[in-house]
């Protein structure tokens, strides 16, 4: 089976820019969550889509969304884009809710913003 | 609500030594707690999980932790060290109030050789 993926691996953008993040969970999964990752703050929940509805949200603020499709791939967007927005994000899929199943994770998008 | 403290930001054992990496959490409700690691450059992988049905929950590469509600703690352990073990260990916890789930800050595990 294949794994998580999470394209692009690797990112560059400039502060005011928008990025739209792309998440494919493992196949027969019906949730996605996705995580900020960074040294300072450690890993910190953004948001959980199930069955193309979003389930949970974390403490981020407007600028950051995301949906789900119904093939359960998902996207992650960030608008205006701030130099704190560098991180590594970390997209994970599992069964059902994340609260209760293992869950698999991505490699990641590191994100730079200059 | 719901919290996670993972002792210690970075614990360091010598190979071979004991491991035994702290999460105490605060639930008012039966919790199901987790251990995931993260290996340098890659995602979390998960270690091993509690959901009430052993309280001695024996994962991968080793590792096991012990759920003591009396303690409100499910601290990792692994007998002996490999310097394959040194990641960063979140624990997490949530239950079937919560509906998120909730992580620790996790823990860097240095290995010494």
């Known amino acids: 089976k294949a794994g998580v993926t999470q394209t692009p691996r690797y990112l560059i953008k400039t502060r005011g820019q928008q990025v739209t993040l792309s998440c494919s969970p493992i196949?027969?999964?019906?949730?996605v969550s996705w995580y900020q990752q960074t040294p300072g703050q450690g890993l910190q929940f953004l948001f959980e889509?199930?069955?193309?509805?979003?389930?949970n949200k974390g403490n981020f603020p407007g600028r950051f969304s995301g949906r789900q499709f119904s093939n359960s791939r998902s996207e992650m967007n960030v608008s205006t884009l701030e130099l704190g927005d560098s991180a590594l994000y970390l997209c994970a899929s599992s069964l059902d809710l994340a609260r209760l199943y293992e869950q698999y994770f991505g490699p990641g998008t590191r994100l730079t913003v200059t | 609500a719901q919290s996670v403290t993972q002792l210690g930001s970075h614990v360091s054992v010598s190979e071979g030594a004991l491991v035994l990496l702290r999460c105490n959490y605060s639930s008012s409700v039966p919790p199901y707690l987790f251990w995931y690691v993260q290996y340098p450059n890659q995602g979390l992988q998960l270690l091993l999980k509690?959901?009430?049905?052993a309280t001695l929950v024996k994962g991968i590469n080793g590792f096991e932790a012990e759920f003591k509600k009396s303690e409100t703690s499910f601290h990792l352990t692994k007998p002996s060290a490999h310097m394959s073990d040194a990641a960063e260990y979140f624990c997490?916890?949530?239950?079937?109030?919560?509906?998120?789930?909730?992580w620790g800050a996790g823990t860097k595990l240095i290995i010494k050789p």
């Open positions: 196949s027969g999964h019906r949730s």
């Open positions: 889509y199930f069955s193309e509805t979003q389930r």
């Open positions: 997490a916890v949530s239950s079937d109030s919560n509906y998120q789930l909730i």
């Open positions: 509690y959901t009430s049905a």
